[in-house]
T-cell receptor, first 111, second 111 residues
Framework: QQKVQQSPESLIVPEGGMASLNCTSS?????YFWWYRQHSGKSPKMLM?????GEKEEGRFTVHLNKASLHTSLHIRDSQPSDSALYLC???????????FGLGTRVSVFP | NAGVIQTPRHKVTGKGQEATLWCEPI?????VFWYRQTIVQGLEFLTY????????DSGMPKERFSAQMPNQSHSTLKIQSTQPQDSAVYLC?????????FGKGTRLTVV
């Protein structure tokens, strides 16, 4: 069983709409979370990191973290076709060591 | 900054042959990671080095896989007696914590 669970597996969003992605870790030692985006045929690139309870916003992207439930969510507002990609959640007990990734949520934004 | 450089980009090996994958991390980054990505298993951590020293190889299949970092400018991942199930995209990454930068990967196909 994956230690980092992501939902949904896939998401279809109209251009201009909101995409909401979820991620939960089953490892109680986890303390740090990242969100990566991987466009088709490309390597993953870090989108946002969150290490403290609460919310963090960067442009159209907002992440939430609840450390008690080891749950993080990523919200993309005003979705654009260029946001179509695989979104990977990663977690670690130490911000400087290897990451454990979920299987990802594939987001498709249609015009 | 050319980013993390991986060579070759594609490699095809026959079952039972050896494959060596190369990685040049970003200059100045102290940590180097190896991951493997498949559709079924997703992005899996294999091993990582910090300041050239091996720190964690918990994700490495023990018998046929080995990784080295002989100097700060390159790392290798060697797979002996390759099997069809080793077919995957192997991603090298380097880090100046907390952000991890991935290379474009080596697609290994074992026939």
């Amino acid at each position: 069983q994956q230690k980092v669970q992501q939902s949904p597996e896939s998401l279809i969003v109209p251009e201009g709409g909101m995409a909401s992605l979820n991620c939960t870790s089953s490892d109680r030692n986890v303390d740090y979370f990242w969100w990566y985006r991987q466009h088709s045929g490309k390597s993953p690139k870090m989108l946002m990191s969150i290490f403290s309870n609460g919310e963090k916003e960067e442009g159209r992207f907002t992440v939430h973290l609840n450390k008690a439930s080891l749950h993080t969510s990523l919200h993309i507002r005003d979705s654009q076709p260029s946001d179509s990609a695989l979104y990977l959640c990663a977690a670690s007990s130490n911000y400087a060591q290897g990451l454990t990734f979920g299987l990802g949520t594939r987001v498709s934004v249609f015009p | 900054n050319a980013g993390v450089i991986q060579t070759p980009r594609h490699k095809v090996t026959g079952k039972g042959q050896e494959a060596t994958l190369w990685c040049e991390p970003i200059s100045g980054h102290s940590a180097v990671f190896w991951y493997r990505q498949t559709i079924v298993q997703g992005l899996e951590f294999l091993t990582y080095f910090r300041n050239q020293a091996p720190i964690d190889d918990s994700g490495m299949p023990k018998e046929r896989f080995s990784a080295q970092m002989p100097n700060q400018s390159h790392s290798t991942l060697k797979i002996q007696s390759t099997q069809p199930q080793d077919s995957a995209v192997y991603l090298c990454a380097s880090s100046l914590a907390p952000e991890v930068f991935f290379g474009k990967g080596t697609r290994l196909t074992v026939v």
